[in-house]
């Protein structure tokens, strides 16, 4: 079976309780920020887990490219952590991730 989850925390406890009963060594989660910085090497790392020979060169077409008019403030990224902290904690504990990139600094 595979899931995506992409989501605050209704996706997410969906996803504990499809997955509670599975064997760890047989989820393979990919943070979307470490898609975006290590294409082939997250490509390459999901491949190998579903037993798919890796491939030699991985092209990574982005579509749909949109400018941000402006940087997310501090005030607006605090803002955002609060709204969601209680859902990234639960991330950084269940994937054991550290999250502390999507934080205020």
């Known amino acids: 079976a595979h899931l995506y989850c992409c989501g605050p925390a209704p996706?997410?406890?969906?996803?504990?309780?499809?997955?509670?009963?599975w064997p760890r060594e047989q989820v393979h989660v990919i943070k979307f920020d470490e898609f975006r910085k290590n294409t082939s090497e997250?490509?390459?790392?999901?491949?190998?887990?579903?037993?798919v020979t890796p491939l030699s060169k991985v092209q990574?077409?982005?579509?749909?490219?949109?400018?941000?008019?402006r940087?997310?403030?501090p005030e607006e990224r605090s803002y955002l952590y609060q709204a969601y902290k209680e859902d990234i904690a639960r991330l950084e504990q269940l994937l054991g991730w550290d999250c502390s990139d999507w934080k205020p600094a």
């Open 11 to 21: 996706m997410l406890q969906a996803f504990e309780a499809a997955t509670k009963d």
């Open 42 to 51: 997250t490509v390459n790392k999901a491949l190998s887990f579903l037993g």
């Open 60 to 69: 990574n077409r982005q579509q749909n490219l949109i400018p941000y008019e």
């Open 71 to 73: 940087e997310i403030t």
